[in-house]
């Protein structure tokens, strides 16, 4: 069974940063995958932030968080990150990992790769404020 676990959010000031992590179990990341990172606000709808290849590390970020944010993988840890700098408060929102299931590859094509139902497995999300 597949879990994703994560952790990290909080409470920042404007410019400030934050590491989120995504522990997977039941899911390798040294396999070919696509996992990513996608963030909610009250309100609105989710939202696709970055994603990666687990096969060969190749990265995408949406527009807004381009150049601010990184995602990463530990393999050793079977875990995916997200690193967050320079934080505004329009990136206030919950936070979930997000994982999709074998021989899928959502991350890897264009108009799919931030579409929530490409992905099967879920975390419950970390919260992260950004205080202006």
């Known amino acids: 069974r597949v879990q994703l676990v994560e952790s990290g959010g909080g409470s920042v000031q404007a410019g400030g940063s934050l590491r989120l992590s995504c522990a997977a179990s039941?899911?390798?990341?040294?396999?070919?995958?696509?996992m990513g990172w996608f963030r909610q606000a009250p309100g609105k709808e989710r939202e696709g932030v970055a994603v990666?290849?687990?096969?060969?590390?190749?990265?995408n970020y949406a527009d807004s968080v381009k150049g601010r944010f990184t995602i990463s993988q530990d393999n050793a840890k079977n875990t995916v990150y997200l690193q967050m700098n320079s934080l505004k408060p329009e990136d206030t929102a919950m936070y979930y990992c997000?994982?999709?299931?074998?021989?899928?590859?959502?991350?890897?094509?264009?108009?799919?790769?931030?579409?929530?139902?490409?992905?099967?497995?879920w975390g419950k999300g970390t919260q992260v404020t950004v205080a202006s």
């Open positions: 997000a994982a999709a299931s074998f021989g899928n590859f959502p991350c890897l094509w264009g108009g799919r790769r931030y579409v929530p139902t490409e992905y099967n497995y």
């Open positions: 039941g899911y390798t990341t040294k396999s070919h995958g696509c």
């Open positions: 990666i290849y687990t096969g060969g590390s190749t990265t």
